[in-house]
């Protein structure tokens, strides 16, 4: 049993995660530097906005925010199972070099496979998931040892090695591929939230509705390995079998989010454990945080990046990684 | 010192060394893009003939190949110390944030000052590996009850992300992207003898530094408390150690960009034919080093020649097998 007490408080930050992701939303489509006043926010939003007015708000400002809120939210569920798969609160989807597989199949895919411009992004997620995952097998069989099962720590250290080995083999991509295309990976790369209509949102979200649910539900199994592959085995878990199962389903939220995003670290560490420091380390309780602040963090870092360094802006997966490099070694020095 | 037998002794390896420094180097003026004869390549490096392909070899080839010798020598040295002295098999100057600081560095440099020569950038990239390996193992330092290998490797990565991440946001800024990337992923493309003047006595320095201390580095890389009881000013021996790290890896950034695993894999290749003793490790790194990366430049010239292929994502990709079969043997450090 929960007890009622914690199960309150909980609800009480979730509320509190929903009015500051609503506020910060709001916030985006304010003071991004462009015409629309204060003022005129809240009765466009209610339909009585000019054309161009409704154009700026619903076409270009809000899928950005919905996309950055999705990709976090899912940034942080594959970091939130990681952590737990690997017992390890340093693992995140950017560090562990599934991201870099990622983004290299959608370099390969971008380069080499022509498909028609308006069917490409729904296959990017796709391309991402597949570079993705061989990367992760890649990662699981090197770091597993057929005496001492797979130890988180080498688990993270082969994933770096990996994901720098890769950032070669991306540069070796781009250096033969022409300058127009080029743009667009280096783009990429850097984490510039590009996909930005409505049809981006529709690639990414059939991949979070399935997904985010099934995490929530997978909770149990979570806390269960969390504890250790003893006790694991002592209930009656097919310890390998869902393990596998569970790397599967976070290697595809961070590949799904990673496609329409770019190279975002880091989200994946922060918010698992802002969210277990808030209300502690069962799955249940945390995860939902977890999910939402990440969401949260990564529209935040996408409206200062987008308007404090204005006009150009400054990638969102920079600005994350400017915020989340620091917290990473803090939470080194303090493990 | 202990005599193993095991081991083929030092003298042979080193003639075998210089011999594959030799072929290495003939190949690298020899093939590339032009097509030259052999008795060309000949003419070009005795300096006879003054031919337009000879000319070539001479302003282009020649001048790549010796900065590729002193790159590879001072990255494979600078990796042997850093490993001796923190008793890390994974220590690497790209791993343990140096370059990515000379990266950012450069970038900041090219920012404020667009107009800065070759010196500059030389200075620059010193004070920024100085200041990325600074952070790297002061974080280290921090932690009282000791890092493992592992973590200091960890912690590596995140600084270099950190760094990174400041480089591309003042090389998008400041819209400098280009000339930052032709520094940090341009290999050896354009570098001529002007710039190998100012480099090489850079290297040189740096190298006879690391064959001077080579014996202390031995001894610090038993046990710290042998080094202490042996009579050593620890202290100022790492100090000195940790200089010519910066040295030598500043120099080579500034020619070459970011070469990742080369310092990490090279002086193990050697371990296992040399042992450990680094008066003996640290010269046959110096030339191993020189040969690896003479070779990997070939290669980034002749893959997809007349175009060039990054040598830094060659040795990139080149150095991921060897960092994993490192991870998995050295399993006592985990």
Known sequence: MIDPAIIKKQRLIILTLFLTILITSLLNLIIANSTLSIKRIIPILFGQGTFKENFVIFSIRLPRIIITLLAGMALAAAGSILQSLTRNDLADPGIIGINSGAGFAVALFFLYFPVQAGKFIYFLPLAAFTGALVTAILIYLFSYNKNNGFQAIKLILIGVGFSTALSGAMIVLISSADKTKVEFISRWLAGDIWGTDWSFVLAILPWILVLLPLVLYKSNSLNILALGNEVAVGLGMNIKKEQINLLIIAVALAASAVSITGGIAFIGLMAPHIAKSLIGKRNQLYLPVAILTGGWLLLLADTIGKNIFAPQGIAAGIMVAIIGAPYFIYLITVN | MQKNNKRISFSYLLIIALLFLLISFFLAVRFGAAEVSFKQTWQALSFSGNIEEI??????????????????????????????????????????????????????????????????????????????????????????????????????????????????????????????????????????????????????????????????????????????????????????????????????????????????????????????????????????????????????????????????????????????????RRRRYF
């Open chain 2, 55 to 328: 000319i070539i070899l001479q302003e282009i080839r020649i001048p790549r190949a010796i900065a590729a010798i002193f790159v590879g020598a001072a990255l494979a040295a600078a990796g042997a110390i850093m490993q001796g002295m923190t008793r890390n098999p994974l220590a690497d100057p790209g791993l343990f944030g140096l370059t990515a600081g000379a990266n950012l560095f450069l970038a900041i440099t090219l920012a404020i000052f667009p107009a800065i020569d070759y010196l500059g950038t030389i200075l620059a990239s010193f004070i920024g590996a100085a200041i990325g390996a600074g952070l790297v193992f002061g974080i280290a330092a921090f932690n009282q009850k000791g890092f493992s290998p592992l973590k200091i490797v960890l912690a590596g990565s995140a600084v270099s992300t950190f760094l990174y991440a400041v480089t591309r946001a003042i090389s998008i800024y400041f819209k400098i992207s280009k000339n930052v990337t032709m520094w940090t992923a341009g290999g050896l493309v354009g570098v001529g003898w002007s710039q190998l003047k100012l480099i090489i006595p850079i290297i040189i320095f740096g190298l006879a530094g690391a064959f001077l201390l080579a014996r202390q580095l031995t001894i610090l890389s038993l046990k710290e408390e042998i080094a202490i009881g042996l009579g050593q000013k620890v202290f100022r021996t790492k100090i000195m150690l940790f200089l010519i790290i910066i040295i030598l890896t500043g120099a080579a950034v500034a020619v070459v960009g970011n070469i990742v695993f080369l310092g990490l894999m090279i002086p193990h290749l050697v371990r296992t034919f040399a042992g450990r003793d680094y008066r003996f490790v640290m010269p046959l790194s110096a030339l191993t080093g020189s040969i690896f990366m003479l070779l990997a430049d070939l290669l980034s010239r002749t893959l997809n020649a007349p175009y060039e292929t990054p040598v830094v994502a060659i040795i990139a990709l080149l150095g991921l097998p060897f960092f994993l079969i490192i991870v998995n």
